[in-house]
């Protein structure tokens, strides 16, 4: 009897154990030196992130990985790295192929153009490739073909055996890419270019080149029943070809779309859209919603899915997509701008990333992982200011019915001091604003822009070489939010620098001279570029002082 | 000449700056060379109250615009006279921004607080008492004058008459701050800060039989 009750109390502490060792809390990591813009990889006991660098160009890329209870288990950087880090991390299960066996693999491919191949459980390297650089290296989206991992490089394509690193196919083409992922057919890699061109090429090096249509592909291509897709993102909006044939017009700045069960999903800064490909391709509907970046799929046990997207606009946090009918956003605690999408975990665990920074991993068996609505922030400094203003009126106020004005003044003006001192930038900002709907602009609109533009936010770069301008954006705030949201897409580094009133620019893709000062529809900025505010249709123009 | 465009005005090579350097340090030694019956107590007491001021803005540094050196020069230049109480405003301005930041701008902070030092020897150099009230006004003008003062270093060629205006606006609510702030300090601190140069200065300048006769304008 005491023997079987002695076994039932091992058991009994033995299931407790194990419960205790797979029940981990939800945790977040702020990895201060980068945006995620990437989605994280999850591994049965581990979360590998990469973050993609800083609009500032301070600190360096890196990749993370960490286990299901937060604890770092080893991380990479590279310091030479181009800040622009944006191609997905690619899991690789262990296999034997060209080159002989490998191990559980991620592979990494850098903006300066390196591939590199790590164990998955300890970060080592265990090999490493170089591919050009032309500004850049790779950005796009690797592909795995059997034992060879295809790398769409700046230029061109190369692969490499999985096992040991060695080139197996190296083609260069014309045109030069960005984000142009890589998709793998059954004869062939297909890879698109910032000239709108698809090039098929062929395993035996036979390249075949389409211009789709006049703008940018900046995502693998889609391989549907009704042809390859291809969403083109145009000056001032974007067009999905399929076949060749233009299917839709939608919005600017497309997300990289993505394909399951035979249902298309893509997205824009004004769109998410449906399509049904199981036999033609059709337009399924159209939901107004904000997503540039990945968008993924959440495989759920019931055979059933979810579509998750990124909300790139200040208010963040993820759309979550079951039918044109059934969607929410879904909001974390750290909202912000976000172009990554989730990754999942076989248990239902799953880690989220934005331009913040901050990883937040959400583990399955805890309830209400991810908070709809994000909890309303106590501004304590603004509280506590205020009372010593109101302690301080009261306190005075004997002093005033007895007329003595200094004493008013003696115990009033500290109050007022210390309240004004650490709000001040609330006060300036709101001061600034008032005097900025009294003073009517002059405006700094060019009417060879696009139509499309008016109304929008738009960013000019006043660079030696000659003016760069993006426009058509929306939802930021302040100079700065705007700035880096407009260098970011067309590639330019803005390298900042810190005075005791602020952050100012210090360089522009590389161009100091004597000093950048920036002009908010033709009025000159008045206030650091983080206080600055901008309206929905302001016009920046950043020129050298 | 000019690296950058900085915050308060363009950032200048280092030969610029030692320039501005050695005038301000040449202009408040030739102010501070005078006969003194008791060089090494007078020497002690400004440096004292140099380095108190200096210090005291350099603590205050992370409140934008809350600036002691204002009440602290008009206070010395009602006690110590021109010469020293302006020379006071260029110790202390080079002083502290040697911590907080040195540039084209500190010739302009400290040409500003010599005027406020000016202003507080032409307006409150009474005997006894400091008169609080007139100290007061003084803190209000002064402040927002030497704000505007400062803010003239941020003109450069393609800056217009609008957009310097429109700098000054925008300014305004830290001005504001700067009157209130200089207005309390004069309130909790200037009798203090009056009482004791006021002793000092009386125990320096019992054996010169000579007055204020250092401060009278030529």
Redesign the interface.
């Known amino acids: 009897m005491r023997l079987v009750a002695l076994f039932l109390a091992i058991i009994c502490f033995t299931s407790l154990v194990s419960a205790h060792s797979t029940a981990t809390e939800n945790w977040e990591r702020d990895l201060d030196n980068g945006y995620i813009s990437t989605a994280p990889l999850l591994t049965d006991d581990l979360v590998i992130v990469r973050t993609s660098g800083t609009w500032d160009g301070s600190g360096s890329p890196h990749v993370f990985a960490f286990d299901y209870s937060g604890e770092q288990v080893w991380q990479i950087e590279n310091a030479h790295s181009l800040h622009h880090d944006l191609s997905p991390l690619l899991l690789v299960e262990q296999g034997q192929g060209c080159g002989g066996t490998w191990q559980d693999l991620v592979i990494v491919a850098w903006a300066d153009g390196k591939i590199q191949a790590l164990d998955v459980a300890t970060g080592l390297e265990q090999w490493s490739a170089q591919t050009e650089v032309i500004t850049w290296g790779i950005t796009g989206s690797l592909a795995i073909d059997g034992d060879l991992v295809v790398v769409p490089t700046r230029q061109g394509l190369s692969t490499y055996c999985l096992a040991d690193g060695a080139l197996q196919q190296r083609i260069e083409l014309d045109q030069l890419g960005w984000r142009n992922g890589v998709t793998v057919s059954d004869d062939a890699y297909l890879l698109g270019n910032e000239e709108g061109v698809l090039n098929t090429i062929y395993r035996n090096g036979t390249v075949i080149s389409e211009l789709i249509g006049n703008g940018k592909i900046r995502h693998a291509p889609i391989l549907t029943n009704s042809g390859i897709l291809i969403h083109i993102q145009t000056t001032d909006a974007s067009e999905v070809f399929i076949a060749g044939e233009l299917f839709l017009t939608a919005g600017p700045s497309p997300a990289m779309p993505v394909i399951y069960n035979n249902q298309v999903y893509l997205a824009t800064s004004e769109d998410f859209i449906f399509l049904d490909c199981t036999l033609e391709c059709e337009n399924v509907g159209i939901i107004p919603f904000h997503s540039n970046g990945e968008i993924a799929i959440q495989r759920l046990d019931d055979g059933e899915w979810k579509v998750w997207a990124p909300q790139n606009n200040p208010e963040g946090g993820w759309g979550v997509f079951t039918t044109i009918d059934d969607w929410l956003i879904l909001q974390s605690p750290n909202d912000d701008y976000a172009t990554a999408a989730p990754g999942f975990g076989s248990d239902g665990s799953y880690a989220l990333g934005n331009d913040k920074g901050i990883l937040m991993f959400y583990n399955s068996q805890q309830n209400n992982p991810v908070i709809s609505h994000s909890d309303e922030e106590f501004d304590y400094i603004f509280i506590i200011t205020t009372l010593i203003l109101l302690i301080s009126i009261l306190a005075s106020t004997p002093a005033f019915i007895f007329h003595l004005y200094e004493q008013v003044l003696k115990t009033l003006l500290p109050g007022v001091v210390i309240f004004m001192a650490f709000n001040i930038t609330m006060i300036s900002t709101a001061w600034s604003g008032y005097l900025s709907e009294q003073v009517e602009p002059e405006g700094d609109w060019n009417d060879s822009w696009p139509k499309e533009w008016r109304g929008s936010q738009i960013v000019v770069f006043e660079l030696p070489e000659g003016e760069v301008v993006f426009g058509g954006l929306s939802g930021h705030k302040t100079v700065e939010n705007l700035t880096d949201d407009a260098a970011f897409r067309v590639g330019i580094i803005i390298e900042k620098e810190v005075f005791d009133s602020g952050e100012w620019v210090k360089s522009i893709d590389g161009h100091e001279g004597a000093g950048w000062e920036f002009r908010i529809d033709g009025e000159r900025g008045l206030l650091g570029i983080s206080e600055a505010q901008v309206n929905s249709d302001s016009v920046i123009r950043w020129y050298s002082a | 000449m000019?690296?950058?465009?900085?915050?308060h005005g363009?950032?200048l090579e280092s030969s610029w700056m030692l320039a501005i350097h050695v005038v301000l340090i040449i202009a408040a030694f030739l102010l501070l060379t005078k006969p003194s019956q008791n060089p090494r107590r007078e020497v002690l007491l400004l440096s004292s109250v140099v380095l108190f001021t200096a210090a005291l803005r350099v603590a205050m540094?992370p409140?934008?615009?809350?600036q002691p050196v204002t009440m602290a020069c008009l206070v010395a230049g009602a006690r110590l006279g021109l010469r020293r109480g302006v020379a006071f405003a260029i110790m202390v301005t080079l002083l502290s921004n040697m911590v907080?930041?040195d540039g084209w701008w500190t010739l302009f902070q400290a040409s500003g607080w010599a005027m406020v030092a000016a202003a507080g020897a032409k307006f409150l150099n009474s005997e006894g008492v400091l008169n609080?009230?007139h100290l007061?006004y003084l803190s209000v003008v002064t402040s927002l004058l030497f704000d505007w003062w400062v803010s003239l270093s941020i003109i450069?060629s393609?800056?217009t008459f609008i957009?310097f205006i429109?700098?000054l606006?925008?300014?305004?609510?830290?001005d504001?701050?700067h009157i209130?702030?200089t207005?309390?300090f004069a309130?909790?601190l200037a009798p203090a800060l009056s009482d004791l140069i006021s002793e000092d200065a009386s125990l320096t300048e019992s054996a010169l039989a000579v007055g204020e006769t250092d401060v009278v304008l030529g």
């Open positions: 000019v690296l950058a465009s900085g915050t363009p950032v540094e409140l934008p615009n809350v907080i930041s609080m009230k007061l450069k393609g800056t957009d429109l700098y606006a925008n300014g305004l609510t830290f504001l701050l209130f702030a207005m309390a309130l909790w």
